[in-house]
C-alpha cells in the first residue's frame, strides 16, 4: 500500500516493550511542539508537571479492558485461543469472536472455556475473518472475569502473567467493555493526578469501548473512504459542560490518548465550536490533512507503522515533525507499544 509507505519504519525488536516499567510514570517523555516544530525529552513521564498550566483539562477514556481473551476447548481436547469482541444481540448470547483454528470446527460444535464446562458455546459459523459463538444463557463481563484472561495486545508474543491484569489498566478504568487498554493512560498514577490537580488541571471522563480493529492493518478501503471500524462511545451532560466551559474561556483541553481523541473530534460540532452530549458509535478516520479543532494537546505512546493511529498523531501534528520525532525514538531507544513510553504533542 504506497499510500502508507512515509509512514513506515523498522522497528528492532528489542524496542518493543514487551512488560511494563515498575513505576507507571518513569517511562520516558518525548516532548512535541507544534508551534515551533521542535522535540526534545522531558525525560520522565511524570515531568509533565512542568509542562501544563493552570486550567488545562486532561480528557481520558474510563473504558476498562474485559477479561475476553478465552480458552475453549472441544470435547477431544484441541483447544482454541479466542477473543470475545462484542455481543451480536442485546442478550448477550451470541457473540462475535476472533478465533484461532476455525477451520477445524463444524457448525453445531460445542466449545466450553477450559477448565469450566459449566459454561459453553456452540459454533455458529464465520462472518467474514470473525466467527459467532452462540451460548445458551447471557454472557456478561463478570462471567468473561470467571473464565476469561485479559487481552493483552498479540505483539507482545508472550502468555498473561498476574502483573498485567492490573498493569494493563488504567487508574482511570471504570466501565467495562474494551478489549484493548486506552494505553496513553498507562502512564498515570494516583500521585501524578493529585500532583496535576494541584496545579490547577482538571480531570473529564469520557467513553470509548476499544475494539480489535485498532490491531488491525489498515486497507485500502478504509483509506479511500475515510472510514474505520465502529466503536461504540459515549459522553455525558456533565463532561459536555465543563469541556464547552473551559473552550469559552480558552483553556487548553489536552487528549489523553488517540481513543479520546476519536471521541472528542465525533462530538464537537466544528460549526458551533461545541461538544455535544451522548452516547453512539464512531467509525472516524483521522489522517493528514484533516483539521482537527477539539483539542489542542494530545498524549500518547509510540504506534505501529504504517496503522490509523500514527495517521492519526501525523494529522494532529504535520507528518513531517511526527515522523522526526519517531525517528529521534528510533535511535535513542524508545520503548513503543502498549507498555511503552509515551509522547505529549502540543
Given at each position: 500500500?504506497?499510500?502508507?509507505?512515509?509512514?513506515?519504519?523498522?522497528?528492532?525488536?528489542?524496542?518493543?516493550?514487551?512488560?511494563?516499567?515498575?513505576?507507571r510514570?518513569?517511562?520516558?517523555?518525548?516532548?512535541?511542539?507544534?508551534?515551533?516544530?521542535?522535540?526534545?525529552?522531558?525525560?520522565?513521564?511524570?515531568?509533565?508537571?512542568?509542562?501544563?498550566?493552570?486550567?488545562?483539562?486532561?480528557?481520558?477514556?474510563?473504558?476498562?479492558?474485559?477479561?475476553r481473551?478465552?480458552y475453549?476447548?472441544?470435547?477431544?481436547?484441541?483447544?482454541?485461543?479466542?477473543?470475545?469482541?462484542?455481543?451480536?444481540?442485546?442478550?448477550?448470547?451470541?457473540?462475535?469472536?476472533?478465533?484461532k483454528?476455525?477451520?477445524?470446527?463444524?457448525?453445531?460444535?460445542?466449545?466450553?472455556?477450559?477448565?469450566?464446562?459449566?459454561?459453553?458455546?456452540?459454533?455458529?459459523?464465520?462472518?467474514?475473518?470473525?466467527?459467532?459463538?452462540?451460548?445458551?444463557?447471557?454472557?456478561?463481563?463478570?462471567?468473561?472475569?470467571?473464565?476469561?484472561n485479559?487481552?493483552?495486545?498479540?505483539?507482545?508474543?508472550?502468555?498473561?502473567t498476574?502483573?498485567?491484569?492490573?498493569?494493563?489498566?488504567?487508574?482511570?478504568?471504570?466501565?467495562?467493555?474494551?478489549?484493548?487498554?486506552?494505553?496513553?493512560?498507562?502512564?498515570?498514577?494516583?500521585?501524578?493526578?493529585?500532583?496535576?490537580?494541584?496545579?490547577?488541571?482538571?480531570?473529564?471522563?469520557?467513553?470509548?469501548?476499544?475494539?480489535?480493529?485498532?490491531?488491525?492493518?489498515?486497507t485500502?478501503?478504509?483509506?479511500?473512504?475515510?472510514?474505520?471500524?465502529?466503536?461504540?462511545?459515549?459522553?455525558?451532560?456533565?463532561?459536555a459542560?465543563?469541556?464547552?466551559?473551559?473552550?469559552?474561556?480558552?483553556?487548553?483541553?489536552?487528549?489523553?490518548?488517540?481513543?479520546?481523541?476519536?471521541?472528542?473530534?465525533?462530538?464537537?460540532?466544528?460549526?458551533?465550536?461545541?461538544?455535544?452530549?451522548?452516547?453512539?458509535?464512531?467509525?472516524?478516520?483521522?489522517?493528514?490533512?484533516?483539521?482537527?479543532?477539539?483539542?489542542?494537546?494530545?498524549?500518547?505512546?509510540?504506534?505501529?507503522?504504517?496503522?490509523?493511529?500514527?495517521?492519526?498523531?501525523?494529522?494532529?501534528?504535520?507528518?513531517r515533525?511526527?515522523?522526526?520525532?519517531y525517528?529521534?525514538?528510533?535511535?535513542?531507544?524508545?520503548?513503543?507499544y502498549?507498555?511503552?513510553?509515551?509522547?505529549?504533542?502540543?
Amino acid at each position: 500500500m504506497d499510500f502508507l509507505q512515509e509512514f513506515d519504519f523498522h522497528l528492532p525488536d528489542e524496542q518493543i516493550a514487551k512488560f511494563p516499567l515498575e513505576n507507571r510514570d518513569e517511562s520516558r517523555l518525548l516532548v512535541v511542539d507544534r508551534t515551533e516544530g521542535k522535540h526534545w525529552e522531558a525525560p520522565l513521564f511524570r515531568d509533565i508537571a512542568d509542562l501544563v498550566r493552570p486550567g488545562d483539562v486532561f480528557v481520558y477514556n474510563e473504558t476498562k479492558v474485559s477479561y475476553r481473551r478465552v480458552y475453549l476447548q472441544v470435547e477431544s481436547g484441541r483447544i482454541h485461543e479466542s477473543i470475545f469482541l462484542e455481543p451480536e444481540d442485546t442478550a448477550g448470547q451470541t457473540w462475535l469472536c476472533i478465533l484461532k483454528n476455525r477451520a477445524k470446527l463444524k457448525l453445531g460444535d460445542i466449545l466450553s472455556p477450559v477448565g469450566f464446562p459449566n459454561f459453553s458455546f456452540s459454533f455458529q459459523g464465520p462472518k467474514e475473518e470473525l466467527s459467532v459463538l452462540h451460548s445458551g444463557k447471557p454472557i456478561s463481563d463478570s462471567d468473561f472475569e470467571i473464565f476469561g484472561n485479559i487481552p493483552i495486545p498479540p505483539y507482545l508474543k508472550r502468555n498473561v502473567t498476574e502483573e498485567d491484569k492490573v498493569r494493563y489498566q488504567t487508574i482511570f478504568a471504570n466501565r467495562s467493555g474494551s478489549v484493548a487498554a486506552p494505553t496513553a493512560g498507562l502512564h498515570f498514577t494516583e500521585k501524578l493526578k493529585e500532583e496535576l490537580r494541584t496545579k490547577g488541571v482538571e480531570f473529564l471522563p469520557v467513553e470509548l469501548q476499544i475494539g480489535y480493529g485498532t490491531f488491525r492493518p489498515l486497507t485500502t478501503e478504509q483509506w479511500q473512504t475515510k472510514t474505520l471500524h465502529r466503536e461504540n462511545y459515549s459522553v455525558s451532560v456533565a463532561t459536555a459542560a465543563k469541556l464547552n466551559e473551559a473552550r469559552s474561556e480558552g483553556r487548553r483541553i489536552i487528549a489523553v490518548g488517540t481513543t479520546t481523541l476519536r471521541v472528542l473530534e465525533s462530538v464537537f460540532d466544528s460549526q458551533l465550536k461545541t461538544y455535544k452530549v451522548g452516547s453512539s458509535q464512531t467509525d472516524i478516520f483521522l489522517s493528514p490533512g484533516d483539521n482537527i479543532q477539539s483539542v489542542q494537546g494530545l498524549i500518547t505512546n509510540f504506534h505501529l507503522p504504517k496503522s490509523s493511529l500514527l495517521l492519526l498523531v501525523s494529522a494532529f501534528a504535520n507528518t513531517r515533525l511526527v515522523m522526526s520525532s519517531y525517528q529521534y525514538a528510533l535511535e535513542n531507544g524508545f520503548r513503543f507499544y502498549s507498555y511503552g513510553d509515551s509522547m505529549f504533542l502540543f
